[in-house]
Each structure stands twice: as C-alpha cells, then as structure tokens.
T-cell receptor, first 115, second 112 residues
Framework: AQKITQTQPGMFVQEKEAVTLDCTYDTSDQSYGLFWYKQPSSGEMIFLIYQGSYDEQNATEGRYSLNFQKARKSANLVISASQLGDSAMYFCAMDISGGSYIPTFGRGTSLIVHP | DGGITQSPKYLFRKEGQNVTLSCEQNLNHDAMYWYRQDPGQGLRLIYYSQIVNDFQKGDIAEGYSVSREKKESFPLTVTSAQKNPTAFYLC???????????FGDGTRLSIL
C-alpha cells in the first residue's frame, strides 16, 4: 500500500520569502504520480503541480516548484516569493498508474504568510 | 465554464435517515471520486469510478453507497449505517487515474 507523510503540521513564512513544504512517500510501484493541492479556508481543493515518477526534470508552475528526489522518496513543494494569498492548507498526494488504485493524500501542512 | 458542482453546500441528517449528496461535472472526465475530510485530517477516499456503471470501494466505504449511471453524475448516499457522518465531503473528477483531480466546493454534513 502506498503512503504519504507530511511531517510539518504548520509553517510560517514572511511575505516575499520562499518556503519549502515537505512530503515523503512510500510505494513499491515504479510508475506513479505525485501531486500538490492547496485548500484555502473556503474549502475547495486547488491543483498546483504534478510530478511523474519517470520525469527527470523537476516540475515547475509559476511560483511553485517540486523538488523531486526519487532515491529519497521525497517530493517537496517550494513556493517562491510568498504572498498573503498563499496562506492555506497544502496537501501532498500520490496516485498509481494503471489498474486498481486508491489515490492517497497526506495529512496536510498549514501555511501562514505574515506581512 | 467547465467544472464540478456539488450540492447542497450544507446538509443536516436526522438519526436513521439516508441523505444523498449530489456531484455533477461537465468536464467530460471518465474518473470520479468521493472523499471525506475530518477536521485536521487529509482526504480519505470513500468510492471512486473510472467508467460509467462501474465503481470501486475506497478506504472507508462502509455506510456509504454510490451510483454512476451517467458520465456526468456520481451521487453519494450516506446511509443510516454510517454512525459518524459529520464531515466535509469532496467530490472530484479527472481525465484518468494518475492525472490531476478537479474538485467541487464540498458539502458539509452535520447530525441534527
């Protein structure tokens, strides 16, 4: 069974600074995807970034980048130039390619951006 | 605009009552999912469906039922067998598995 671990319940960052949110995963499958989602206080889940297990380059989407270290089974999210609107819960998730599967989410990290 | 619509936003259930949460998508996605989120927790998968007329149990399917009669619709029924139904329920869809999921705004279910 796959597992996602987010060890930081809460993080604080100053506006305009960069922050790294940690995510480690565990799976015996070779083909999988790693995702980060943002959940503001309003409750909706917003997809941020995706990394495939065979992608050699780290994924980037605007101010978001995913620091993918396959040997260490880590997929940390880096947010550059933090904004007040980045304050939210952030969830790391994993999915397996093909066949029966159950998408797995971590418990989340609460990020607060200070002015 | 394409998206996922969940209704109602808030729902109250009486003891012994079944309630149904609606989820409709116009994204032409094959896969749909139902998740439960408890305070301070991540998402736990209740049921998922990869194609019409087919669905599979997730981690916490007991006390819940679903149907997938149309590609656009994936309603979730919380039965009286679910003894602790108070939670935030999120519906999602994706083009296929291992693809980003698009989420609805959620339904908050409480016990009266």
């Amino acid at each position: 069974a796959q597992k996602i671990t987010q060890t930081q319940p809460g993080m604080f960052v100053q506006e305009k600074e960069a922050v790294t949110l940690d995510c480690t995963y565990d799976t015996s499958d070779q083909s999988y995807g790693l995702f980060w989602y943002k959940q503001p206080s309003s409750g909706e889940m917003i997809f941020l970034i995706y990394q495939g297990s065979y992608d050699e380059q780290n994924a980037t989407e605007g101010r978001y980048s995913l620091n993918f270290q396959k040997a260490r089974k880590s997929a940390n999210l880096v947010i550059s130039a933090s904004q007040l609107g980045d304050s939210a819960m952030y969830f790391c998730a994993m999915d397996i390619s093909g066949g029966s599967y159950i998408p797995t989410f971590g418990r989340g990290t609460s990020l607060i951006v200070h002015p | 605009d394409g998206g996922i619509t969940q209704s109602p936003k808030y729902l109250f259930r009486k003891e012994g009552q079944n309630v149904t949460l609606s989820c409709e998508q116009n994204l032409n996605h094959d896969a749909m999912y139902w998740y439960r989120q408890d305070p301070g927790q991540g998402l736990r998968l209740i049921y998922y469906s990869q194609i019409v007329n087919d669905f599979q149990k997730g981690d916490i399917a007991e006390g819940y039922s679903v149907s997938r009669e149309k590609k656009e619709s994936f309603p979730l029924t919380v039965t009286s067998a679910q003894k602790n139904p108070t939670a935030f329920y999120l519906c999602a869809s994706s083009i296929a598995n291992n693809q980003p999921q698009h989420f609805g705004d959620g339904t908050r279910l409480s016990i009266l």
